[in-house]
């Protein structure tokens, strides 16, 4: 990954500064200016964009994960035509049939 520039290390110092400022806690304050610098630099181009690399909250419902997220566990359980499947409640459901699958294999197999 790049190195920040100059002038996003002078924005994350103005952003950190002023949050102390305002009676915020140094890590709060560095995490923030960090955060928002690094937004910056995603809308630009200059870093990779780090949000389709997760499968989310493994406590949330399917349903509430975003479409990145399920093409990510779909693509974990290996299940073919996934670049086909371009909606929400197709993927969900593919998802479900794999791991039902999956485990009536491990049922099996026992």
Known sequence: ???WSETDEAQYEAIRDSELQRGKPEDSAK???ARVVNKRRRKEGRTPNKTTQ???N???RLENRSVDELRNIARHLKIEGRSKLTRKDSLVAAIRKAR???KSKKMIDQ
């Open 100 to 102: 039902n699958s999956r």
């Open 31 to 33: 995490e923030l200016a």
């Open 1 to 3: 990954m790049p190195a």
């Open 54 to 56: 997760g499968t989310g």
């Open 58 to 60: 493994p406590h949330r």
